[in-house]
Each structure stands twice: as C-alpha cells, then as structure tokens.
C-alpha cells in the first residue's frame, strides 16, 4: 500500500512539473546569467547554417543568433550552437535546450497555434522550385507534365508536389531520396528530368552539379516557405528582444546604415531615424538591451542586405536574388516597423 | 636379360606448373569457372580504371581553396583542409594536445597486452580498465589542474567516433556477461525474468529509437532546467543497447560448454563464481571471440547513428562540411574518405579476432 501511495505521489508530482508553462519570462534572466545565447540551428545547410573549415558556424540563420548576442551583450560571439535534426527542434526548444530556434522553420499556423513556440519574424521568404536540365528547354512548370521528379522524401516538399501536379491535373512520376546529395546526384545521372526543393536550396544543388550551367531554376513558386527564428510562447521579453534584433538589421538597410559606414553615421547622421536606431537620440525601448543595441548588431554583424549578400547571395557560392527578400520599397517583401 | 636403361624423369607438362599451372587449375577448369572468371575480369575493368583515374591520376592533392581544383578528378584538396575538424570536429586547436595524448595514452597500455612474455599484463589491464577511463575522462572534459573545460558539443569527428565506440564495448562486454549469465541462473526466477526483459526489450528496439528517445524524450520527463548532457544520453543508450546483444552472444558461448566442465568444476570444491570465472567463461568466451567482435564492428558502424541527435562523429562533420556554401559538390570525396576510415577500423578489428582465436585454440576446434 505504501509502494503504491510513494508511485502515485510521483505520478503527481512529475504531472505538476510537466504541466508549469516553460520558463515564462525567464529565458532573458536566464540568457544573461549564463553570459551565451545558446542557439539551435541546422546541422549543414548551405547559406543558412554550416561550420567552415575552422569549426565557425556560418549563414543567415547563424547571423541572427549572432544578432541576438550582439543586442544582450555587445558581443556577437557569445552563441553556442545546438545542432539539430528537423525532428528534434521543436522539443529542443520546448524543453528548454536551446533559447532560439534558428533553423530554416517554416512558419505555420499549426506551428503557431499547437507547438507552444512563436515565430518572430521572417529572415527568408523561401517556397518550393524546380530545377530543370536546360537542354529540355522548358521555361514553365505548367510545361512539365509527364516529367520524372527527383524529390527528398519525408518532407512537405513532396506533399506540395503532388498538390501542384494535382492543381493543374498533370500527370508526374515521383523519384524519392533520403537525402539532398542522394537527390542531386540521380538529377545528374539522369534518373529524372526535375528536381523539386525549396528555392532557397535548389541554388546550392545546383552549384553541386559537375556543370552547374546545365540546368535552371524555373520562376514559378509553388509553395510560400517563410523562414523565420522561433522562441518559445509565453516568454514576451525574448520573444521582443529576438524580434527587434532582426527588424533593426532590416531597418538599418533601409536607413543605409552598413557595418562599414555605422561609426560615421553614428557621429554625423542628421537623420532622425538614423539617430534614434543607433541610440544617439535615446528612445525608452525598453527592450531589456541597452539603448544602443542596434548599432552594436550593425556593427559587429551587419545590415540585412550584408547578412544576405555574404551568405547566399553575391558574395556567396550560392548567388541567390534578393527577389522576394529585397526591402519592400526595391518590389520585395522585407519590411520592419520603425524605432520610434 | 638386358637392363632396360632408367629413364630420366621428366618435368609436369608447362601448363600445369608455375602461374599458368595455377590460371588452369584456379580459373579454367571448367567452361562456367571460365566464364565466371572472364565475367569478373571484365567487371573489373568497368570499374577500377575510371576508378584509379578518378582518385588518383586526374585527382587534385594540394591547395587551399575549392578553386584548385580542377574537378576533372577526385579533389582531395577538400579532405585536406578538413582533416582537422573530420579528426576533432569543433575541440579547440589550442587543446587538441589532449585529444592526443588520450589516444598515446590508450597505444601505450594496449600495445605491451600484445607481447607474448610481458609479465604484467593482468595489472596492466586491470589498469586499462580502471584507471584509463578516469583519466581519459578528465583530461578530455578538463576543468581541472589547470585544463580549460571543453564541453562535450565541441567534440566531434573520428575522436567522437572513437569516443563513443570504445565506451560502448568496454561497457557492454562485462554487462552482457552478467546479463547472459542472469538470463541462464535457473534458481533464481526473478533475477532471471529481469534479465529476460532487459535483454527483449533493448534488442527489440532500433537503435536509432533508443538514441531519438534519449534525446528527443527524456528531456520532457525531465525537471525544468535539468539538462543532462546530450552524449552522456548517447553513450548510456549505446551502451545498454549493445550490452543486450552481447548477453545473447555470450549466452551462446555459455551453451556450448558441456556439462562435464560444469559437473568437474563443482566437483573440485569450486563454487559459482569461481567456477564461472575459472572455468566456464574462459572457455565460453574463446568460443564466441567471432560473435563477439561481430557485435563490436556492428556497433564501431552504427556510432554513425548518432548524427540523428545532433552529434557530429566522422560521417557527420563530413556531411556538415558538404554544405559548406565554400565547398559544395566534394561530397564523393567525403563520403570515399569515410568509407576508407571505417574500413581500415573494421579491417582491423577482424584481423585481431582471426590473431586472438589462433592464439587461443587449444585444439578444440569443431
């Protein structure tokens, strides 16, 4: 009988710590005390977040978590990296392993609504394309019917190809891989014609083609991927810190504000808005962060338009447009409200 | 009666000598051999050539940057400047030292177990057993006598592979033996029906299922804020879950003992352990050396696995290192490079079980 009422009383009490919401407001307390932002991102993919030759983690999702660091405590390398599969990252951040979710994550409502965690904002407008063998010469997925289609398994690339094809009542055959690199390698043995993937990433399978110019990335988007860092719900003081981190590197764009030029904007800038973002004219954000954390993010990580262009664009292998993820005054879809 | 002169004898006819001899006799001798031989030959000729021209004649060996290579071969330039991260992954440069001095450390213990007259052996293992691992452990982990401490997210690569093997198999072994010998203790049934349960319930899982739950469960059974390492759950997993094989692959050996050996032992006064430690289980194991590095190279392999949680070992800092935005399209070369690693440990250990079952045989082979 004693057994059984110690058992029961246990039962209990692991209930009661499991059903406590998780760290409400407690992330930021808990983030400075231990002096690192401890960030969950992909295990390797290209442009968002892989390790260099030197062990350094690099790419947009790695930049924001640097971001963060930068805005708590003036230093962009206070981030420790959790690795993580795409099964384990949301109970990586729901358990409390990790502060920041950074890991390509599609924001859904399901996501939103059902998995206790919140999405502030997006990083990367991605959606699902197709990549083409040029010598097909087609210049429309509405042309493709009939095609072989090389796609990862698993994934809601597959759903989404198979809602498109259905949609537009053409008929496909689908080529399922585990992997990325299994994937490309058939594209280029020819064991399909299309190879379907966010867009995002169908640059950089292309770029692992022995001939990259043998193939195109078709224009339509066939699914809207919007990327973006999540923290877990409930925990407003992170939940506004990791948000505005990343409005402040959009913002300083649109202000014209880069890594190279912040110091001289920040001693001569006759503009408001320029004054107010790199804390000379002293707004009460009261944020939690110092006064002046966007011109330390600026400065030790850069603009959007640098986080960008360095990791998947112009400077990078990947070459990616801006298109989408240009700022919403250059026809794209990045925009962030102001410091004021 | 003329003596009819001896004649001289003569040389085998040249085709059934020397290397045609051997090509006649070997390869030819009957029309499907000869088939089955020209089959492979020309097999062969399909893949080693382009294989050889690939990975060595048009392949490119130095350079810094993805742009010497020529990708007219193998660009084993990428190898090159990863060697370090494949072999440490993220362990800082400054403290790589440690790294090898654990490893020195392991040559130097395990090399004198090989020299046939060495008069300490058994202090010696005992030593590999007991006192190694507590070293090992500090001097990895640091944060004492002056080591920085080098938390275990920063380990990687083959040292990680190593890591985790080893502890795997110097953990499962003595835990299999007791499992096996509880699962066979007829006197004792609740001992029996325990061992029973954790022996079908760890094999009857995967063991990418036991890594995911460690991982992906655990923590939310866990309080708030307790957060044991991610390894430490990795390596408990494995452990267990290699020790439930182990117990089946002694058992087996246990079996083969005949009574006799059981019924003389006791008959000498000995009692259970001492006829099991003296007797049984020296003969037992010696059976099942084939078993048991089976299970060993079985788990040196799925150390692999653990990428699924996060952790880079070899294969997954090669994997990290193909998405490199710097490095896209090398992946072939990571992947022959790791295929070359595990072979060569693999190899390796097989050989040892073949060295260690010659030198055990007492002439009771079957």
Known sequence: MKVRTLLSAICVSALALAAVPAHAGATFEAVKKKGFVQCGVNSGLPGFSAPDEKGVWKGIDVDVCRAVAAAVFGDANKVKYTPLTAKERFTALQSGEIDILSRNTTWTVTRDGGLGISFTGITYYDGQGFLVKKKLGVKSALKLSGATVCVQSGTTTELNLADYFGLHKMKFKPVVYDTADETVKSFEAGRCDVLTSDQSQLYALRSKLAKPDSAVVLPEIISKEPLGPAVRQGDVEWFNIVRWSLFAMIDAEDLGVTSTNVDQMKSSSKNPDVKRLLGVDVIKHGLGVPDDFAYKIIRLVGNYSEVFERNVGAGSALKIARGQNALWTKGGLQYAPPFR | ?366
Not at chain 2, 181 to 192: D, E, Q, S
Request: glycine letters at 8%.
């Open chain 2, 1 to 366: 009666m003329a003596a009819v002169p001896r004649q001289p004898d003569l040389p085998p006819p040249a085709a059934a000598t020397g290397a045609l001899g051997w090509v006649r006799r070997n390869l030819f001798d009957s029309p499907l051999n000869g088939a089955l031989t020209l089959l492979a030959v020309y097999l062969l000729y399909l893949v080693v050539p382009p294989f050889v021209e690939w990975a060595i004649l048009k392949a490119d060996w130095s350079g810094t940057t993805a742009k010497d290579c020529s990708r007219a071969g193998a660009c084993w330039v990428f190898i090159g400047v990863r060697l370090n991260q494949f072999f440490y992954g993220f362990y800082p440069v400054a403290e790589q030292w440690r790294v090898n001095t654990c490893l020195a450390l392991l040559v130097a213990f395990v090399v004198p177990l090989f020299i046939k007259r060495f008069a300490l052996k058994q202090w010696l293992g005992a030593v590999l057993l007991v006192v190694y691992p507590v070293v090992a452990f500090h001097l990895l982990v640091g944060g004492h006598f002056g080591l920085a401490h080098v938390e275990t997210s920063k380990w990687g690569g083959l040292s990680l592979t190593l890591v985790i093997a080893i502890v795997g198999m110097v953990a499962a072994l003595p835990l299999g033996i007791l499992l096996a010998l509880g699962r066979r203790a007829t006197n004792m049934p609740v001992l029996k029906a325990l061992c029973v349960a954790f022996i079908e319930l760890w094999r009857g899982v995967p063991l990418i299922t036991v890594l995911f739950m460690s991982s992906v469960m655990l923590p939310f059974f866990l309080p708030e804020g307790m957060n044991f390492d991610k390894l430490l759950r990795a390596l408990i997993g494995v452990a267990l879950f290699e020790a439930a094989y182990m117990a089946e692959v002694v058992r087996g050996g246990l079996q083969g003992i005949p009574k006799g050996q059981f019924e003389a032992a006791a008959a000498l006064g000995l009692g259970f352990w001492r006829s099991t430690i003296l007797v049984i289980l020296p003969q037992a194991l010696k059976l099942v050396i084939p078993g048991i590095v089976n299970t060993f190279i079985a788990l040196f392999k799925d150390t692999s696995l653990v990428l699924i949680i996060g952790l880079f070992d070899l294969l997954g800092s090669i994997q990290a290192a193909n998405s490199d935005t710097n490095w896209l399209g090398f992946s072939t070369e990571g992947y022959v490079f790791a295929a070359c690693v595990y072979w060569v440990f693999c190899f390796g250990m097989s050989r040892y079980s073949q060295w260690l079952e010659r030198k055990l045989h007492t002439g009771h082979r079957r």
